[in-house]
């Protein structure tokens, strides 16, 4: 990019410094500072959040978490990548409506669309109104505020976020590929796992980094189906800043999560660095970060 | 025995009729081209042959063995596809061998001795670590044709391989391609739009036009003695002439009478698959211009025939004439009939002296190189 054209980033460089960079190096800096007795700060540099975020209590949480945001990217990929197939190899004309659709959950307010789950799930709600009246259960099943609500309301939320690039990369797919593979004698699995597999992980890849990041810091979700039960990591962060007033301890937290963050983006940018040194990919015209 | 033989396919896409009772023999270690416009049907019988698409009814069978019903990794036969279809995550070699990788009892040192094997019949020896995208078009080319052949099938399967190519590299892939064949003993069925690649190359060829055969034959067979209007116009170049349709020839099928101008009458071969129109109506007599000889004037009235009537001369005013090193061509004016043909000749020898814009000559055509058509839209 020449010296002159850079001049147009400037705007978006002092956006980012003044309200990314600039809260995030705040709470990097509030983290080693001590509690205050009303919420506010003192000044004094300590590691004390940081050795209470490991407490037991808390590293339940995490990982609790973690498995939360791990089995709900996997489900979102294991229904991403064939729902991708599908839109990618439907009649061109069809595609775009088609994506409309998957685009059509953002037209309503998150709050709303998550709060509509919990009314399905609810004891009143049709599913149990539904097994009640066929005689197949005597009382409501309990659906809500359990980590199942919880990774229901997830998985619905951001598979988009799965499809979409796994999506991008069939569009480019010359599908003839998969004729040749069973032309060359592959029958069902290995098609999958030796073609399509392959050249949809870039996608892949993407997609599971943008699922499970956000999903990983998600509060809202977890707060409206899991009820108390269900803290996650994004719910304490929240508590720690809205309701105890213990900023240094959330801002300790949220430099946890943001370094979790940052190493599953690494890796994943590691991944990729390896697979295109190997030269693969190039063609289907996925381009790398 | 035909080893592949094609009885009667027919295959519809929505209202579009792909394919019309199309049925083909195949000897084996035949280069069989199938030629055809665009959107013809070519590719679909190629692909039915493949296994790609069922037809609606017909069947196929190869040594004798029903294949209609079986899926492509169940057929022993393989494909070129027109854009290669390489894998771009594997190298050259993992192409090459993605067959064999598949096939358990195939072990490793096995693999890669079939691999260099198959690599060197495409000159594509050791290149097999090579990734696939930074090949040519060219080097690609060979590699989705070692990748087709090395399972050795009963039957290649290439769909328009050579039509991403450039000019020179697709001279020069066909003269390849036919020692390939030669050298495995291999069936080919090579499907191609374009004619000089299928006359050229091909043992027999198929003419294909709106999901019908129009003609089987050698290519000098077809070349020489189209069959239908459609065969003549797509192979080659062809001069047209208006002529009366007089009568059916009663002593021979396939022949019939037309009236020239000037009451001249002629037999000729008619355009098969065609219906005969009434007595008087217009039709096209269809002549190449390699096949008009051109001949100093004399006098004498034109048209006219041998006594024998296998010989027919024309009356011709040149307007204008192309040397080709190889060959010279003029275009004329038919003196009866007002309608301008070009005549092909090879070497000079033999061309009256003098002969330029405006000279008067005689174009002389053997009768068994006319052919009678309909008259349509074509002209």
Redesign the interface.
């Known amino acids: 990019m020449g010296r002159s054209s850079r001049i147009f980033l400037v705007p978006l460089v002092t956006w980012l410094g003044l309200f990314l960079v600039g809260p995030l190096l705040m709470v990097a800096v509030y983290s080693f500072l001590e509690r205050g007795p009303y919420g506010d700060v003192i000044w004094q540099p300590t590691l004390a959040n940081y050795t209470r975020a490991l407490d037991p209590l808390y590293l339940r949480i995490y990982s609790k978490s973690l498995v939360l945001a791990t089995s709900t990217t996997a489900v979102c990929a294991v229904l991403g990548l064939p729902l991708a197939y599908t839109i990618a190899t439907a009649p061109k004309r069809w595609q775009p409506g088609l994506l409309g659709l998957l685009m059509v959950p953002f037209l309503t307010n998150f709050v709303v669309r998550v709060y509509a789950i919990r009314l399905i799930l609810a004891a009143e709600g049709p599913i149990n109104l539904g097994l009640l009246s066929l005689g197949l259960i005597t009382e409501p099943i309990m659906m809500t505020d359990s980590t199942m609500a919880v990774a229901l309301g997830m998985v619905t939320n951001y598979l988009p976020f799965m499809v979409l690039p796994i999506y991008v990369v069939f569009e480019k797919f010359?599908f003839?590929?998969i004729?040749?593979?069973?032309?060359?004698?592959?029958?069902g699995w290995?098609v999958f796992s030796?073609?399509i597999l392959?050249?949809a992980k870039p996608g892949l890849l993407s997609g599971l980094s943008l699922v499970f990041v956000p999903v990983l810091g998600e509060y809202m979700i977890p707060d409206l189906l899991g009820g108390a039960k269900t803290l996650m990591l994004g719910g304490l962060i929240t508590e720690q800043f809205l309701r105890v007033r213990d900023w240094p301890f959330g801002s300790a937290l949220a430099m946890i999560l943001v370094t979790a963050m940052m190493f599953v983006m690494w890796l994943q940018h590691r991944y990729r660095g390896i697979e295109a040194r190997?030269?693969?990919?190039?063609?289907?015209g996925y381009s790398r970060t | 025995m035909a080893m592949l033989s094609i009885r009667q396919i027919s295959k519809r896409f929505g209202a579009h009729n792909a394919l019309r009772d199309a049925s083909l023999d195949l000897g084996s270690g035949e280069f069989f081209s199938i030629l055809g416009p665009s959107g013809c049907g070519k590719s679909t019988l190629l692909r039915i042959l493949?296994?790609?698409e069922a037809p609606d009814s017909g069947s196929i069978c190869l040594d004798g063995k029903d294949i209609t019903r079986l899926?492509?990794?169940e057929r022993p036969?393989?494909?070129v596809?027109?854009?290669y279809?390489?894998?771009?995550?594997l190298s050259v070699a993992e192409n090459v061998g993605?067959?064999l990788s598949?096939?358990k009892k195939v072990t490793a040192s096995d693999r890669r001795r079939r691999i260099d094997e198959a690599l060197a019949l495409v000159a594509m020896d050791g290149l097999g670590e090579r990734?696939?995208?930074?090949l040519s078009g060219g080097q690609q080319q060979r590699v989705a044709l070692a990748?087709?052949i090395i399972?050795r099938p009963r039957v290649l399967l290439l769909d328009e391989p050579l039509s991403a190519l450039d000019l020179q590299l697709r001279l020069r892939m066909q003269v390849e391609l036919r020692a390939l064949q030669r050298r495995l003993g291999m069936t080919f069925v090579f499907v191609t739009h374009d004619q000089g690649e299928a006359l050229s190359m091909s043992d027999r060829m198929a003419v294909i036009n709106g999901g019908h055969i129009e003609q089987v034959g050698t290519p000098s067979a077809l070349y020489d003695r189209p069959a239908t209007d459609f065969v003549a116009s797509f192979l080659g170049t062809m001069n047209r002439v208006p002529v009366q349709f007089h009568a059916p020839c009663e002593h021979s099928a396939n022949h019939v009478w037309v009236e020239l101008t000037g009451g001249q009458r002629l037999r000729a071969r008619w355009s098969e698959g065609t219906t005969m129109p009434p007595s008087g109506a217009l039709v096209s007599m269809l002549v190449r211009p390699e096949k008009m000889g051109i001949r100093e004037d004399c006098h004498g009235s034109t048209p006219r025939m041998t006594e024998a009537g296998d010989e027919l001369t024309l009356s011709c005013r040149v307007a204008d004439m192309a040397f080709h090193g190889a060959t010279t061509q003029i275009t004329g004016q038919l003196h009866d009939v007002d309608i301008s043909v070009t005549a092909t000749h090879l070497n000079r020898d033999g061309l009256p002296v003098g002969l330029g814009q405006g000279s008067r000559v005689r174009l002389v055509v053997k009768t068994e190189h006319i052919l009678i058509a309909p008259d349509n839209a074509r002209n």
């Open positions: 010359d003839a590929m004729e040749a593979a069973k032309d060359l004698g592959a029958k290995p030796r073609v392959p050249l190997r030269g693969d990919g190039g063609r289907i | 493949g296994g790609f899926l492509p990794s036969t393989n494909m596809f027109q854009r279809a390489l894998f771009p995550h993605f067959s598949l096939q990734s696939v995208q930074s990748r087709a399972c």
